[in-house]
């Protein structure tokens, strides 16, 4: 086991620099970049950006020495940016040495993954604060969505697929499977509208906060009192992103438990007079699990990154999904890529864990014997 450990922990190594290597190329060939950003908003207001980019008369100064001795570069630097005509040159210089626009692209990539490797992720282009900050302030909220809603829908979805599956075709199976296709069928983010509209002061009650994570109050209440308002605050939310979460884990489950009851030697098991609870969880429930284990770290993953954005941004909630999607719109790079390899490291630790997890439920599973 420690072998196999040990081979994956190398083979995250590729794995992630190829994720790093692709989205590096594709973002950079992308149009609208940091530079084209702040070129459209100083648009009419160039002369005020230039003297806050360059930082004072002394330096204005310089910088226009600068210009006329690099007049061609500052040209050429120009035309590379679209709507940049008409904007001072040699902002556009200074900007690109700010942003390390003014190095080589191999250059640039290898300079971030050092940088990576020891977790120094930079400096966010448009909010002046460093990525790690950002996201260890923006983790708890998407933290506690997608704990929250992963393990609710696992409490939920398994006992109820495993009962499914025994029930098949009766009428528990078919009225649960027509409730799950419901909730299957309404979006998130419109079953959220719900809600506030229901419970949250929009028309009917209002028995839930509207915004935030917590009270404004909230390090002046006592400890129950604070774990009360937590989870006042994020009832809601964790109601709306679960809502569609249980079909396919209920209908993988369900699935998966008959495929294994239908096998040889469940029928010996109960030729021997076992109990049907004896034969379903001391023999069926370990090889129908295998496959819902191996979907929770991707299922995990999957509500941390994009399930919860649309959430957040409706409940006012400031978590990583919404970090996320306001850096690929500013083209925040710093943001984008430190995230982008911060998840991607924890995802495929996620996917270890998932492995390991094979041989809790199933001793069985000797990964050694495998060559890769």
Do not use: C
Request: aromatic letters at 12%; proline letters at 4%.
């Amino acid at each position: 086991m420690i072998a196999y450990i040990l081979r994956r922990l190398l083979l995250m190594i590729p794995t992630l620099l190829g994720i790093m290597v692709l989205n590096f190329v594709i973002v950079q060939a992308a149009p609208g970049g940091p530079i084209e950003q702040i070129v459209a908003k100083l648009q009419g207001n160039a002369v005020e950006a230039t003297a806050r980019v360059s930082g004072g008369g002394s330096d204005t100064a310089s910088a226009g020495q600068n210009m006329r001795e690099n007049n061609a570069a500052a040209s050429a630097a120009t035309s590379r940016y679209k709507g940049a005509q008409g904007v001072d040159p040699e902002l556009i210089l200074e900007l690109e040495k700010q942003f390390g626009f003014d190095k080589p692209l191999h250059e640039r990539f290898f300079k971030m993954i050092g940088n990576y490797v020891r977790f120094d992720f930079g400096t966010s282009y448009f909010r002046d604060e460093k990525v790690m900050d950002l996201v260890i302030a923006k983790m708890p909220v998407s933290v506690s969505l997608g704990l929250w809603s992963t393990l609710i829908i696992y409490l939920v979805s398994i006992p109820l697929g495993i009962r499914k599956a025994v029930k098949d075709g009766s009428p528990f199976d078919l009225w649960t499977s027509a409730a799950i296709i419901a909730g299957y069928a309404i979006p998130s983010f419109l079953f959220a509208v719900l809600l506030i509209i229901v419970f949250s002061g929009g028309r009917y009650l209002d028995w839930f906060p509207l915004r935030g994570l917590v009270s404004d109050n909230w390090q002046d209440l006592s400890w129950p009192a604070r774990i009360g308002d937590y989870f006042w605050h994020i009832a809601l939310p964790v109601a709306a992103m679960v809502i569609g979460g249980f079909a396919s884990l209920t209908m993988l489950t369900k699935n998966s438990f008959l495929d294994e009851i239908n096998k040889q030697y469940v029928l010996t098991a109960r030729a021997k007079g076992l109990s049907e609870n004896r034969v379903l969880y001391g023999h069926v429930f370990r090889n129908a699990m295998l496959i819902v284990i191996a979907g929770f770290p991707s299922a995990f993953i999957g509500i941390l990154f994009t399930g919860s954005l649309l959430i957040e941004v409706i409940f006012s909630l400031d978590g990583m999904g919404l970090l996320g999607f306001e850096a690929a719109i500013n083209r925040d790079y710093p943001v984008m890529f430190g995230t982008l390899y911060f998840f991607t490291l924890l995802g495929l630790t996620l996917q270890l864990i998932g492995d390991l997890m094979y041989v809790a439920v199933d001793p069985r599973i000797d990964f050694e014997a495998r060559k890769t």
